[in-house]
Every structure is written in structure tokens, then in C-alpha cells.
T-cell receptor, first 116, second 112 residues
Framework: DAGITQSPRYKITETGRQVTLMCHQTWSHSYMFWYRQDLGHGLRLIYYSAAADITDKGEVPDGYVVSRSKTENFPLTLESATRSQTSVYFC???????????????FGPGTRLLVL | RKEVEQDPGPFNVPEGATVAFNCTYSNSASQSFFWYRQDCRKEPKLLMSVYSSGNEDGRFTAQLNRASQYISLLIRDSKLSDSATYLCVVNMYPRLGNDMRFGAGTRLTVKP
């Protein structure tokens, strides 16, 4: 049972470059999320998706783009990376709210991104 | 004001101690509340949901006070393995979907 995976696990890039972080889940969960975690801020929601082809902004969406053409994949793209986007990025998935346990989010192992 | 606030700690306690964490939230319409646990350099994992009547899971007890908009987590008989950061999580009802807000976390270290 692979669960939810993220790649790459570590990434170093330069300011201005485009970077794509991958997220894949094997549970067929409807919802998927992208968070960033920074010291002192905790986890902040970047984007989330309720289903394939349905995405919505979270707290801190600026500078990020997402897509969800397939239920199992939810890539996050930094179109032009900035130093302020240095962070740990977590992908998560959940079932639909209203189902038993539907609000529980299951997290991937994270991607550590350094923008120089 | 942050939507979810927690005392960052760190809380340093000896094995066997009882420790309590509090969390306050600003959205009075929130309906779902959780505690997650995050080990160093790992992903968060659900510890327990918080029900309006309060709930207990072994050594862990969660309480909700809607009038004062705070949630608590009590850990009894602390173990070394309880050392972690504990995240308070609140949903953002009436926003649709599983839109949650995470507190910055309270760090706990249990010492021998």
C-alpha cells in the first residue's frame, strides 16, 4: 500500500527557475492539498482540489500553480521560484467531508525545497 | 490575529508527568477540531479528533470549549515516545471542502 508519495524529496534550485513538485496517492481520495511549512507559521494551505479538474486557492496561493487532470496526481508548480518559497512542502489527501473520517488528512513525506 | 494559536513551548517534562496543551481559534463557525502529531522532520499524522463532549484515547484526552473557542489536549503518564510537536487543527466552516487551519504547533520533549 503505497499511500501518498511526493517527489523529489529534496530540491535545490535558483531564483527564477520553474520547479514542479509531484504528489501521487493510491487511495482514490477525492481531496488533495498542498501545504508549506515554515518555522513560526506552521502549515499553510497553498491550494486544494476537491476532484479532478476542480481546484481552489488556499491561504498563500501567490506564485504557485496547480493542476489535477487525474484523481491520483496533484502537481504543484512554482512558475518563477523566489527565495521566499524556500520551505518544506507537504501534499495531503482526504476523503470527502460528510463521510466517516472524511476530514482526516493523510500527508506525504514532504519535499524540502531550497531556492538560492 | 492568527486563526489558530498555540503556545509554541517547548514543554520539557519528565517521564510519567501529565502535560496539557491549549489551542484557541478565531472562527466561531468552525465545526471540526483535531490534534495531529508531527515528529521531527516527518509528516503530520492524526492523533485524535475532538468531539464536543470531549473524548479520550488511552492516555490522551481532548476537550472542546466552544464558548471560549479553545481546544485542549491532555497527556497522562508521558512516555519518551510522546516527544513530538502537537498541531491543533480547525476546519474553516462554512468554507466548503476540507479547508483546515493548522496551528504552528506545541513542542513536547519527554525526558528520562
Amino acid at each position: 500500500d503505497a499511500g501518498i508519495t511526493q517527489s523529489p524529496r529534496y530540491k535545490i534550485t535558483e531564483t527564477g527557475r520553474q520547479v514542479t513538485l509531484m504528489c501521487h496517492q493510491t487511495w482514490s481520495h477525492s481531496y488533495m492539498f498542498w501545504y508549506r511549512q515554515d518555522l513560526g507559521h506552521g502549515l499553510r494551505l497553498i491550494y486544494y482540489s476537491a476532484a479532478a479538474d476542480i481546484t481552489d486557492k488556499g491561504e498563500v496561493p501567490d506564485g504557485y500553480v496547480v493542476s489535477r487532470s487525474k484523481t491520483e496526481n496533484f502537481p504543484l508548480t512554482l512558475e518563477s521560484a523566489t527565495r521566499s518559497q524556500t520551505s518544506v512542502y507537504f501534499c495531503a489527501s482526504s476523503e470527502s467531508p460528510g463521510t466517516t473520517g472524511g476530514e482526516t488528512q493523510y500527508f506525504g513525506p514532504g519535499t524540502r525545497l531550497l531556492v538560492l | 490575529r492568527k486563526e489558530v494559536e498555540q503556545d509554541p513551548g517547548p514543554f520539557n517534562v519528565p517521564e510519567g508527568a501529565t502535560v496539557a496543551f491549549n489551542c484557541t481559534y478565531s472562527n466561531s463557525a468552525s465545526q471540526s477540531f483535531f490534534w495531529y502529531r508531527q515528529d521531527c522532520r516527518k509528516e503530520p499524522k492524526l492523533l485524535m479528533s475532538v468531539y464536543s463532549s470531549g473524548n479520550e484515547d488511552g492516555r490522551f484526552t481532548a476537550q472542546l470549549n466552544r464558548a471560549s473557542q479553545y481546544i485542549s489536549l491532555l497527556i497522562r503518564d508521558s512516555k519518551l515516545s510522546d516527544s513530538a510537536t502537537y498541531l491543533c487543527v480547525v476546519n474553516m466552516y462554512p468554507r466548503l471542502g476540507n479547508d483546515m487551519r493548522f496551528g504552528a504547533g506545541t513542542r513536547l520533549t519527554v525526558k528520562p
